[in-house]
DNA sequence: ACGGTTCGCTAAACCGGTTTAGTCGCGGCC
DNA sequence: GGCCGCGACTAAACCGGTTTAGCGAACCGT
């Protein structure tokens, strides 16, 4: 017969106490306005009830409920089997809880991602992988939260927080170039076909962009450069790889945009009998601690991700202390890459001759292997 | 001298549409009770606004948050670089998702997981890695949240789920014993030196026993088995097993607690010269999705992590639903051993005694794993 | 024509706190 | 002795919604 313990209200303690509802408040969040021992009482009082302020109530009467938001156009699920989202979770978690900030995911609910902000209860946004013309940055706007945004700063009114994505391809490519690559393949990542778009667009066409302009500057033909899709993971780089070699594309080198899609293109050329960094070299982006554990180490482009979340915390706590008007910050991190065992040389008798740039390899007769 | 865009409240939409906020509150939540063309006039002043109910005043007086916790004694910093609990929260997440839930992480805050409970805003909790003897388990029943425990189900009048730790551990000594190992180390999960224990000593506990239970069952010595700790790393792994080798332990083989540490073992075995299987077989447990990419590919216990935390909510909606008294529930999930390519026969003349039958048994037919 | 429903809407109470604007009693000051 | 100021506390308004109780008009059957 016992019903669920109902939790204590001010109201109860403060009849308990013999004192006003004011003065219970006044115990918890300024004492000094009490005469001490009247305050200690109160607070055994409440102990004794088990009283907690109710933390909805205390949110709306303070109109800030000491929350952050992470906004990202992708389900949950998704989020965490992403290694590159729990790094960056990593750096906005460490920063706002050092402020005594909690964190809140913000992630399409019943694939309304809009819905799911008007659930948020937070303080400011940290938004990840949203491009400038989501109508979901109106939404935030007009809820009135500060929000930073990461990887995208085409939104000059709010902070932003970007790495230099296309110095960082090209330091890629340059690096395959001086091996004497001259035909690679760039797997990039793939938009997912449904639901809200994220940013990669708008960071793959940075990097593919970083790619192509060493390919040029360096006067070699822009068909030195293929490129080929998959979803960003271990399985979606295998298969990028295995699609492009199967429909008669050879490269000598591969462009990975992400450090799993290297590693699962490396997983599936050994399966095609491909030795790397002998017959092929990858890069992949991102460094993830993974990329260096794996055989043979990964060569790749690294970019702070960590750092990325939490100086987005930091921008967005500077706002939310901003009293009045605020400029909004910009920040670009820098990139650089990590040369470990993944590329070498390119292999001998693969280069077309400096007199023909384009040397193409007959498809056809070239599918004679399967 | 423009000043931060206040949010729309519900009295400026009845204002503005003439008529009362009961009138706007009905249009949003139950407009059968309204006119048609008054509900859809109401929205329409309401849209032009851009007015959206305040989400913690609804929070307030709905007495629901339609967010669920996760609750866990480490900081959020370390559970994001820690790829078990990303899987876990894959789990978590995709249930809470599809039931309309969101997910609060709720993490020692300044240090006091009590203050980060007390700030929380869910309607339940799942709790990982929280012992029985918490002194946090009393305050989330003061605060009259329901709980489900994962990976502890010593508090009966909460809901739990687990694993059969102890069968899964026998499952993975057996197999070596098969292989002729009579020397094993175990490295196993150290609990943390400061802030507040997590549970890893009740499962460490339990896969030791089963460990033990293992070669207890085969006569053999308890000495075949010594122990030493570490953090559940990759690094933890490879240092607690440089320190066991440095102390002179000589093992034919390695049960470690976790993938982590079983892939740091390796490393370090490797970087001492030993080979994996062959001069050291190794064991993981949990099987992550990397422990199928190592190489050699990982033979270790898999546990449905995944599906802890996916029950774990189902569990806790449960006990949302119910209107009355409720009876909670608790699952055990089975374990399995996946044998892969890190475990073989131990090294010829490394058994202690000759006159053992099972040293000669061949590895036995089980399942080969991915 | 009249009492009883039903419909469409509203006023006021409520959720559980915080905060503002006092009230009350007392000691000090001139 | 009257006024002022201050310390200790409280009543009431407020945060921004939802919900209950109820009101007036239209409708309905007899």
Redesign the interface.
């Known amino acids: 017969m ?1 019903q ?4 204590p209200r001010i109201a109860d303690v403060a009849r308990e106490a013999g004192v006003s509802k004011t003065a219970v408040s006044f115990a918890f969040n300024s004492p000094e306005r009490l005469a001490p021992e009247t305050a200690t009482r109160i607070r055994e009082v409440a102990d004794s009830l ?1 009283y ?2 109710h ?3 205390r ?2 009467t303070q109109r800030q ?2 929350t952050l938001g992470v906004l990202t156009p992708q ?3 998704v ?3 992403n ?1 590159f989202f ?2 960056f ?2 750096g906005v ?2 920063v ?2 050092a402020h ?1 900030y ?6 399409p ?2 694939g309304s991602l809009a819905l ?1 902000i ?4 937070v303080d400011g946004v940290v938004a990840i992988g949203l491009s400038a013309d989501h109508p979901e940055v109106e939404q935030v ?4 939260l500060p929000m930073v945004l990461v990887d995208s700063d085409d939104l000059p009114e709010h902070g932003s927080v970007v790495v230099d994505d296309e110095a960082g391809a090209r330091a890629a490519a340059e690096h395959l170039i001086r091996l004497g690559h001259r035909r690679v393949l760039v797997v990039a990542v793939e938009r997912p076909a449904s639901g809200p778009d994220d940013n990669t667009a708008g960071v793959s066409e940075l990097r593919l962009r970083g790619y192509r302009s060493a390919f040029t500057a360096a006067s070699l033909d822009r068909t030195a450069v293929s490129v080929v899709a998959g979803r960003t993971s ?1 399985e979606g780089g295998a298969a990028a790889f295995q699609r492009a070699w199967a429909s008669g594309i050879r490269p000598t080198a591969v462009l990975a945009m992400s450090d799993a899609m290297a ?1 699962g293109a490396m ?1 599936a050329a050994r399966e095609l009998g491909l030795r790397v960094p002998d017959a092929l070299s990858v890069v992949g982006f991102d460094d993830l601690d ?1 990329a260096a ?3 043979p180490p990964l060569t790749t482009v690294h970019q702070p991700i960590r750092q990325k979340g939490s100086e987005a915390v930091r921008l967005l706590l500077a706002e939310l202390d901003a009293t009045g ?1 605020h400029r909004p910050e910009h920040r670009r991190l820098a990139t650089r890459l990590i040369v470990r065992g993944s590329t070498g040389p390119a292999p001998a008798g693969t280069e077309p001759t400096a007199t023909n740039p384009i040397a193409t390899e007959p498809p056809a007769a070239e599918a004679r292997g399967t």
Chains 1, 2 share one sequence.
């Not at 008007?118 to 209860?121: K, N, P, Y």
């Not at 706007?141 to 009135?144: D, H, L, S, V």
């Open positions: 016992e669920r313990p109902s939790r088990g907690r302020p933390p909805v109530a949110m709306l409920t000491m389900a949950l699920a989020i965490f089997s290694p729990a790094v979770s990593e978690a460490q706002a809880e005594g909690g964190l809140q995911f913000i992630s609910m019943h799911a008007g659930r948020a209860t706007r007009r809820a009135g271990i590693i997983r993974l554990h794996v055989d008007a």
